[in-house]
């Protein structure tokens, strides 16, 4: 069974940086992708960005384009989002995912999930 664990969240004010990493554990991750996802109360949860294990190009949703950096580590089985210039409407819980196939941006796609990292960016 896979195994996700989070870790990086904080608080920083706006325009400062923060990187989230994401080990898992459970099986070979060779194959497959990761993603983060971020969740307001009260909204649904979003697709931030999203890498596979293999070659190919990263995947980011607009709002984080030239922000945000999602990189894996393969040897450690982690991936990270490096977040800069952050604002406050990046404020959420961030979660790391898991599927065995190729980047999807539905999060129904993804079958394992971190207990999330709380994110907040005052102005």
């Known amino acids: 069974q896979v195994q996700l664990v989070e870790s990086g969240g904080g608080s920083v004010q706006a325009g400062g940086s923060l990187r989230l990493s994401c080990a898992a554990s459970?099986?070979?991750?060779?194959?497959?992708?990761m993603a983060w996802f971020r969740q307001i109360p009260g909204k649904e949860r979003e697709l931030v960005a999203a890498?596979?294990?293999?070659?190919?190009?990263?995947y980011y949703t607009d709002s984080v384009k030239g922000r945000f950096t999602i990189s894996r580590d393969n040897a450690k089985n982690t991936v990270y989002l490096q977040m800069n210039s952050l604002k406050p409407e990046d404020t959420a819980v961030y979660y790391c995912?898991?599927?065995?196939?190729?980047?999807?941006?539905?999060?129904?796609?993804?079958?394992?999930w971190g207990q999330g990292t709380q994110v907040t960016v005052s102005s």
């Open positions: 995912a898991a599927r065995k196939y190729g980047v999807s941006i539905q999060r129904e796609m993804y079958d394992s």
């Open positions: 459970g099986r070979t991750f060779t194959t497959g992708a």
């Open positions: 890498i596979t294990w293999s070659a190919g190009s990263p």
